[in-house]
């Protein structure tokens, strides 16, 4: 691994500088270079928030390969998946995306004990599912054992029936919509208020389409595979587009392999 940007000394390799070097990373030079930011108010009551989104795509702008994202990753990737997961306080996912990736709850890890508990946090990341109709296999591991237990977004609507069946499971529901959706900065706010103020998303593309459309997102960590698919697979976000384009600026950039592992944090 190497960083390529910022650049701050050319002769160096380190998680602080950028050159030729190109070696393997630890896990805490991994946590330094990802750490969050320190952050204030967006201005919409989420003081202190932080909401980062991590995808990965081909060159061709994939974000999944027959449904899935695994096939476009690597080992540099997952490790890098794991890290930003391992700093996170909650990780928000989307429930077609728990059911197609075969999510099972975040797991505690030595590696991060010490960095957490610093930090004020818990020994895990609480996984928050978006879910409208709340068709959950609430047997499942993520929502039956979770180390932390599993939080449901969903809106005010969503069928009784479900959200009783999601308690007795032991899941917190979250009402953050007014109808049968949840609208995405209600999400962000709920969560805050839940103390959980770094927030990672892993998609779908859908649900981080609405992020992007509600304004909500600070950074996206993209990593860029160097890998083809052709096909109609999606895009990293999906959904209506903005009026106007977003501009997020770059902050880091990182290479292995081929593997460029970016980073972009919106401007002003």
Known sequence: MRRLFPVTDPTAGSAGSAGPAD????????????AYPGVGSRGDGTEGVWLRG??????????????????LSSAMDMRIFGTLRALADAVIVGAETVRQEGYR?????????????AAGQGPAPAVAVVSA????????????SPQVPTLVLTGATAPPDRMDAARAAGVDVVVAGDGTGVDPARAVRALADRGLRR???????????????SDVLDELCLTVSPTLTAGDAQRIAGGPSVAVPRRFGLASLLEEDGFLFTSYRRIG
């Open 23 to 34: 070696r393997e990373w630890s896990l805490d030079e991994l946590a330094e270079a990802y």
């Open 54 to 71: 991590n995808m990965v795509a081909s060159l061709d702008g994939a974000a999944q390969h027959e449904g899935r994202s695994q096939p």
């Open 105 to 117: 709850p975040a797991r505690a890890r030595e590696a991060f004990a010490q960095r957490r508990a």
């Open 133 to 144: 109709g709340l068709d959950l296999d609430f047997s499942l591991p993520l929502y039956a």
């Open 199 to 213: 927030l990672l998303t892993e998609g779908g593309p859908r649900l981080l389409g609405q992020f992007i459309a």
